[in-house]
């Protein structure tokens, strides 16, 4: 693959001339924010839901981002012209800056902010019609008093170790609970069950991220006529579920067959989720902020 082009600070770089410095707070601490974005077909997905969400997480941890939101998108935007980029994957980051080993940001006078934009992995094609299994993390998701899932922030420990659980079970994907045994959300991803007929989703204030993904099932579902609550739920109702997605931007509405050794419904692809999941491909093949 040839080299990429990155933005950063202010300037498109080769990927080779792309480096941070070692005393970045982001390094140093996780401090700091990002996005993960899907181009298509020549278009950013809703370009403007990733950037408020950005903004909002940096304002919650009092990180001070040096553009507007107006240069921001147009960050975003030259970033995949630089690279020809029509469809893929976009990461905005900014973290705290460059400051010295003490905790304290003061020593960090200016955020550091880079944008790669490149290709995407996506889970197996096969998965989208047989369904993907998954497990259960012992690790918790945050607690939102502590450090809120609401802020996409670069501390993604917890997620990580829940990850590499996934993996060494031979899954791809962990299921998290919150403090209280409570569905929350996976690594990466939202969860939705489908019982009955009605489609259920933890709602935000259980500690998990606004996923954009999520909240554009949530707006089709209701075009599309489906009952859709966001309540909370435990995991005999994940396992007792007639379907199961996931949705995130890389993976969008991806079936479940399987949690913790309980195959889910039939244990293929339901029709909601079909349904959901082709909505959702035609939506987004058909709108967003123009790249080009
Ligand atoms: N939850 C977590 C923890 C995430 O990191 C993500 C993003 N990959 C999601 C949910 C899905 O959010 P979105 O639809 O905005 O990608």
Known sequence: MSSQIIYLDGQ????????????????LYG???????????????RCEDHIDRLYAAAKAIMLEIPLTKEEMTEVLLET???NDLRDGYIRLVVTRGKGDLGLSPKTCPKATVFCIAGNITMYPEEMYTKGMPIITSVQRRNKATIVDPQIKSLNYLNNILAKMEAN????????MLNHDGIVAEC??????????????????HIGILDGITRRTVIEL????????????????????????????????AIPVSMVDGRVIGTGNAGEVTKTLLAAFKAYANEQGT???
Do not use: M, Q, W
């Open 12 to 27: 498109y770089v080769e990927e080779g001339e792309a480096k941070i410095s070692v005393f970045d707070h982001g390094v």
């Open 31 to 45: 401090d700091g924010v990002f996005e993960g974005i899907r181009a298509y077909n020549g278009r950013i997905f």
């Open 80 to 82: 995949c012209r630089r």
């Open 168 to 175: 060494r079970a031979g899954v791809p994907e962990a299921l």
């Open 187 to 204: 690594t990466g991803d939202n969860i939705f069950i489908v019982k009955d007929g009605v489609i259920y989703t933890p709602p935000i």
């Open 221 to 252: 579902a209701a075009k599309l006529g489906f009952a859709l609550v966001e309540k909370e739920f435990t995991l005999f109702n994940v396992y007792n579920a007639d379907e199961c997605f996931l949705t995130g931007t890389a993976a969008e």
């Open 290 to 292: 123009d790249i080009f």
